[in-house]
């Protein structure tokens, strides 16, 4: 059974740092892409950024480039999302999701004072 | 970008009612199209993918059609547990776009 399951939210000031993380079972971890989407409060999807298998092609949502950064770590399963700069607009839910077709259940940021 | 589209943006129905969702992209997308089905709380749920293939697991009342820019999932005979949102979304470019998602309701 695919699982995937987030870690790593919570509450940040604005201009704060954060790092998401999403631990990876049930499939060969290495022979897929990985995606991050968002949900904010009450709002629709949006897709933040995806990796390649071995971790050296990676695309990002304009507004997040260059204050988020994906990786992931093949030998413990792992994907991650390090946000950085984050203001009220990346308040939200936050997927992780093999090439999305599975999707994890979901970590909350809150970007407030 | 490419711009997703749906319609209606919300619509009332009843179980055993057959249901059809529009998903319409700014430029053509070559059926590289997904549909996903979102209830309150929950994680998205994959549906279809490649504009018609049903993802392993998925009823057989959900089917997907579809190519270039217009796309459509209709829910054959709707069950208590299809109430939900749906949203497409197009994984032919960058960035990957959804809809704005079609709200299902009684």
């Known amino acids: ?113 | 970008d490419i711009q997703m589209t749906q319609s209606p943006s919300s619509l009332s129905a009843s179980v055993g009612d057959r249901v059809t969702i529009t998903c319409r992209a700014s430029q053509g997308i070559r059926g590289d199209l997904g549909w996903y089905q979102q209830t309150p709380g929950k994680a998205p749920k994959a549906l279809i993918y490649g504009a018609s293939r049903l993802h392993p697991g998925v009823p057989s009342r959900f089917s997907g059609s579809g190519s270039g820019t217009e796309y459509t999932l209709t829910i054959s005979s709707l069950q208590p547990e299809d109430f939900a949102t749906y949203y497409c979304a197009q994984y032919n470019s960058y960035p990957r776009t959804f809809g704005p998602g079609t709200k299902v309701h009684i």
């Open chain 1, 1 to 113: 059974e695919v699982q995937l399951v987030e870690s790593g939210g919570g509450l940040v000031q604005p201009g704060g740092s954060l790092r998401l993380s999403c631990a990876a079972s049930g499939f060969s971890f290495t022979t897929y892409w990985m995606d991050w989407v968002r949900q904010a409060p009450g709002k629709g999807l949006e897709w933040v950024a995806n990796i390649n298998q071995d971790g050296r092609v990676k695309y990002y949502l304009d507004s997040v480039r260059g204050r988020f950064t994906i990786s992931r770590d093949n030998a413990g399963n792992s994907l991650y999302l390090q946000l950085n700069t984050l203001t009220s607009e990346d308040t939200a839910v936050y997927f992780c999701t093999r090439q999305l077709d599975y999707w994890g259940q979901g970590v909350l940021v809150t970007v407030s004072s």
